[in-house]
C-alpha cells in the first residue's frame, strides 16, 4: 500500500490525464522508490489495455 499524496486532499477536481510522481520516496535502501499517480482518463486506459503487472486503485483523501 502506497502512502496517500499530501497534495491529494488541496484537489477541487480530478487530477488532469497524465502520470505523475510523488516528490517523495518510500521504503528503506537499497528499495526506496516514488510513489507514480495517473489521473482518472489515465487509469482507465491503462486498465482497457490490459497491461500485464499493472495494479491501480483509487486513491481517497483523508481529511
Not at 500485464?52 to 483509487?58: A, D, R, T
Amino acid at each position: 500500500m502506497v502512502p496517500v499524496p499530501l497534495f491529494l486532499a488541496q484537489l477541487a477536481q480530478p487530477l488532469s490525464p497524465g502520470v505523475y510522481r510523488s516528490s517523495m520516496e518510500f521504503g528503506s535502501v537499497p528499495l526506496k522508490s516514488f510513489g507514480v499517480v495517473v489521473g482518472e482518463s489515465t487509469g482507465a486506459a491503462l486498465e482497457s489495455a490490459a497491461l500485464k503487472g499493472v495494479e491501480l486503485g483509487p486513491l481517497h483523501a483523508t481529511a
